[in-house]
């Protein structure tokens, strides 16, 4: 699936820089969150605790054995506040933990320790939002809209609105499995954007779009944080991340690097990237 994803962006096709306006007042605060994933039935290598502790084998008891347990720090310390009108991207190589921080940010991992406050609930939009791939376009769009919590009624009229947004054309009534990766893609920022959500947190998931939608849509995220909202987004391409934000965060290995101007981080995180410096001159930079 990820042999799809173009991350080379023309830069003609990007929008004018986000503009820097004043801050609203805090709308996500996270204050020392950790994350650590527990993988059962893991053999070998990692972090394996051969030896369970008295209270994985208190919580075990009776239940069949599945083999020792791995720990997962993917989220080490994490402290940042964000704001109204602010859109924040968030840098990091693979396996450095961006994902599972919006996923945290957004309520659906519990912390592990540490607290996430958040002023409305998130609205994260991910490579792998759930969608039913053997249901239509149109039958997607109504369950979408209902989960987002519109009326029947509401769902109804907003049908054509994001069909056109989405730009599926007759595709609109085949099921989704008919789809390429970058027309779920469009649909499921059309869904995900029906309401104008509060904080939008946008995993990789506009990566597949064209040209055209990624226009459409960088348009409709600066409308999203023009009307106050907040925008996380995780993006490997630097070019969407300096056009769409105007704050970035870098983490490393579950730690946060750097966090500050997008231009200062993403200069710092390019020559990472690029091998010219080792990720300790992030922490220079907060
Ligand atoms: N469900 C899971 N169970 C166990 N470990 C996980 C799980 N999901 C992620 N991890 C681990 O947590 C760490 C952070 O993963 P995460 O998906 O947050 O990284 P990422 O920065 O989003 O990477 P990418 O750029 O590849 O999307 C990695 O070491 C990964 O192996
Ligand atoms: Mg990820």
Known sequence: MTEDIDYEIDPENLPERAERTTLGPPSVVVDDLHITYRVFGARRGGTTQNKKSLWDKMISVGRP??????????????????????????????????????????????????????????????????????????????????????????????????????ELGDFLYLPMSSYSSGMASRLRFAISTIRTPEILMIDEALATGDASFRKKSTARIEEIRSEAGTVFFVSHSLASIRAMCTRALWIDKGVLVADGDVDVVADAYQAYVEGRTDASSGAKLK
Do not use: C
Request: a positive charge; proline letters at 7%.
């Open 65 to 166: 054995d599945t083999g020792p347990i791995t720990q997962v720090p993917a989220v080490r310390g994490i402290s940042f506040v964000a704001h109204h009108g602010e859109s924040i991207g968030i840098l990091g190589t693979n396996g450095s933990g961006k994902s599972t921080l919006l996923r945290a940010v957004a309520g659906l991992l519990p912390p592990t320790s540490g607290r996430v406050f958040t002023s409305a609930e998130p609205e994260l939009l991910g490579v792998n939002a759930a969608m039913l791939p053997r249901l239509t376009g149109e039958r997607n769009i109504v369950i979408g809209g209902l989960a987002l919590g519109l009326n029947a009624k509401d769902v109804k009229a907003n049908v054509p609105k994001v069909a056109d947004f989405a």
